[in-house]
């Protein structure tokens, strides 16, 4: 079956099958955080422009602007393109400079994804500014790193992604680690497991701006079944199958492929980035996003991001993000494709890597 029928197929039957119930709560871990100081809290998202995780960033910028009770800024270290990873680019909305400058008291939330460089300077002493300022830190899976290089893991329960966690316990003896659970809060700082809890946690943070209910309401919207803080850990390490396929998908060079994901303005910023994240991980294929010639290099999403385009090439595999799915199901749909396209091992190397109990 060609890859576009196959998607139409599929994006029907999800849609017909898919009864959403936000199950579990994350009240516990909001009630962990500190309180907001704006009435209209203040989310800051921090980039390095030389490489930030993709959906680490995306997806709480995306949740926290539509739930409609904060503001949300991607700030980074210098102006212009941040490189997202493994896919996509973006431009910062501020600098570090520029933030501090607007906003001298500092904001009431920071997401930090994982950075292509956990150690740089300029980003951690920023951290440690905004967390004397009462902000809340939220580490998004290796955004852990980071926080534990400015010191704010020493001391508190924290979890990571499963790749990570040994390297974390090593590095910061002092920090409690804690297992089977998808975020962790510990005096005003979260962090998660791998990608794909980048959702839940999201959600966390809008039940501490905007309450439960609304909490509820935008899970229930994105195609969030669980807001639940349950995972089981064990099930996710790297095993021999694994590596095989690491090594026989990046042996067949003749057979790798560019994806292209066709942009448009009001761009989902979910769908986009649990698409392009999944199909970048295959070693396999790469995804990009792209605009007909002629068009700007920039494209805004639907949440106001800035996303970068490239020209179609020929050749590429065509990928549409278009029908009737809640967002979140995205995830599942570039799944189920990429099994039918390169095999079920590979699709499942894709979800050890995003962390996802992916049950196909």
Known sequence: MHIREFLTRLTANMAMALIVVASGSCGAAAQGL?????PRPLVAIVADNAGTETTDLMIPHAVLSRCGAADVVVVAPEPGRITLMPALAISAQLTLAGFDERYPGGADYVVVPALHQADNDRILSWLVRQFARQANIAGICEGARVLGKAGLLDGREATTHWYAAQDLRKAYPTMRWVNDRRYVVDRGIMTTTGVSASLPASLVLVEAIAGRQRAQELAAQLGIRDLGEGHDSGRFHLGAAHVWRVIANTALLWRHETVEIAGQDGLDGIALALTADAW????????VLTAPAGSPELLPSRDGLLLHTQPAQ???LPLSLQGDLPA??????????IAARYGRSTAALVALQLEYAWPG
């Open 34 to 38: 500190r309180p907001a100081r704006r």
């Open 280 to 287: 970048s991980r295959t070693y396999r294929s790469q995804a």
């Open 314 to 316: 020929a050749g590429a």
């Open 328 to 337: 979140a199901a995205h995830l599942e749909r570039a799944l189920a494709a």
